[in-house]
C-alpha cells in the first residue's frame, strides 16, 4: 500500500519568506508526527497530532512554527519569516496510534535550505 | 540533555560476520525502543521494536536486547550483508504518553564483502 509521501522533496527559499511542507500520511493512521533533522544532527520531535484531540506542540522551537491536520489526514508545517538555522529535513510520520501499535511510518522528507 | 545516545557514529563489519549496535538511555520512564534504519535521501525505515516488559525479541537476521538495568539496548543483525549499510538510528518513547520519539544522533553501519 501507499506510504507516507511529502511535499515538495526539496524548497530552497530566502531567508525571511515563509514555506508550507505537507505531509500525507498512511490512510488509516490516525496519529500524525513532525521531526526535523539537522545537519550532523538526530530526529528531533516537532509536534503530534492524533485524531481530533489537541496537537501536541512541545518540540516546537519558536512561535514561527506552527502545523495542521485537515480532516484528520493531510497536514502543514508552516515556517513563518524563515531563518538560516531553520535549514534542516523536515520528516513527517504517522502510525495507527491507539492501543499497542507504537510504530512510527516515515515520509522521504522535505530537504529545507534557507539561503 | 541527550536522553538517547548512540556513542558509536561509525562501525564497519565483514560480510557474514555479525553487526552489533548500541544504544544507551538516560530516562527511565521511557518504555518502548525502536530501531531505524535510513539511507539516504529516504525517511528512516522501522527494523524492530521492544517493550520494556522483554529483554529479547528477534525478527530474522535482527534481534534487540534489552538491559534495562544498566539502560542499554543493543541491535544485532546476522549475518551482515553489504544491503544492511546505512544509518541506524535508536528511539525510546513513553508508550502511555503522545509518543513522540527521542532518537540518538545515528550509526553509520558499513559491511564490507
Known amino acids: 500500500g501507499a506510504g507516507v509521501s511529502q511535499s515538495p522533496s526539496n524548497k530552497v527559499t530566502e531567508k525571511g519568506k515563509d514555506v508550507e511542507l505537507r505531509c500525507d500520511p498512511i490512510s488509516g493512521h490516525t496519529a500524525l508526527y513532525w521531526y526535523r533533522q539537522s545537519l550532523g544532527q538526530g530526529l528531533e520531535f516537532l509536534i503530534y497530532?492524533?485524531?481530533?484531540?489537541?496537537?501536541?506542540k512541545s518540540g516546537l522551537p519558536s512561535d514561527r512554527f506552527s502545523a495542521e491536520r485537515t480532516g484528520g489526514s493531510v497536514s502543514t508545517l508552516t515556517i513563518q519569516r524563515t531563518q538560516q538555522e531553520d535549514s534542516a529535513v523536515y520528516l513527517c510520520a504517522s502510525s495507527l496510534g491507539g492501543g499497542s501499535s507504537y510504530e512510527q511510518y516515515f515520509g522521504p522528507g522535505t530537504r529545507l535550505t534557507v539561503t | 540533555d541527550q536522553q538517547v545516545k548512540q556513542n558509536s557514529p561509525s562501525l564497519s563489519v565483514q560480510e557474514g560476520r555479525i553487526s552489533i549496535l548500541n544504544c544507551d538511555y538516560t530516562n527511565s520512564m521511557f518504555d518502548y525502543f525502536l530501531w531505524y534504519k535510513k539511507y539516504p535521501a529516504e525517511g528512516p525505515t522501522f527494523l524492530i521494536s521492544i517493550s520494556s516488559i522483554k529483554d529479547k525479541n528477534e525478527d530474522g537476521r535482527f534481534t534487540v536486547f534489552l538491559n534495562k538495568s544498566a539502560k542499554h539496548l543493543s541491535l544485532h543483525i546476522v549475518p551482515s550483508q553489504p544491503g544492511d549499510s546505512a544509518v541506524y538510528f535508536c528511539a525510546a518513547m513513553r508508550a502511555g504518553s503522545a509518543r513522540q520519539l527521542t532518537f540518538g544522533s545515528g550509526t553509520q553501519l558499513t559491511v564490507l564483502p
Open positions: 497530532f492524533q485524531g481530533n484531540s489537541a496537537p501536541d
